[in-house]
Nanobody
């Protein structure tokens, strides 16, 4: 069982930056998908940034490309650096993990079995 704890959310003005951290209760080896998803009120959950720990590729939603950076900090910590934030980035952000292998669709939220409680990000104009 994997537990995920997010931190780093908060309120910021447009153009500002925040860094979200996700800490897992186990060492995340090469067989996992890791991702950040978000959900705004009245909207569907969307993938923001995802990766497969056995490879080097990352997925970023078009809306965040060039502004967000998803990285692995250590064996059980993953960060999402968010720059040039916009009001439309306002949402609850969730860290997620799932068992994956080479070729897994790490963009698909259905690959993720473990979810954190979420951290709120609010961007004011």
């Amino acid at each position: 069982q994997v537990q995920l704890v997010e931190s780093g959310g908060g309120s910021v003005q447009a153009g500002g930056s925040l860094k979200l951290s996700c800490v897992a209760t186990i060492i995340i080896d090469r067989n996992y998908c890791m991702g950040w998803f978000r959900q705004a009120p009245g909207k569907e959950r969307e993938g923001v940034a995802t990766l497969y720990t056995g490879g080097s590729n990352r997925y970023y939603a078009d809306s965040v490309k060039g502004r967000f950076h998803f990285s692995r900090v250590n064996a059980n910590t993953f960060d999402l650096q968010m720059n040039s934030l916009k009001p439309e980035d306002t949402a609850m952000y969730y860290c997620a993990a799932g068992l994956c292998g080479y070729g897994s669709d790490y963009v698909n939220s259905r690959m993720y079995n473990y979810w954190g409680q979420g951290t709120q990000v609010t961007v004011s104009s």
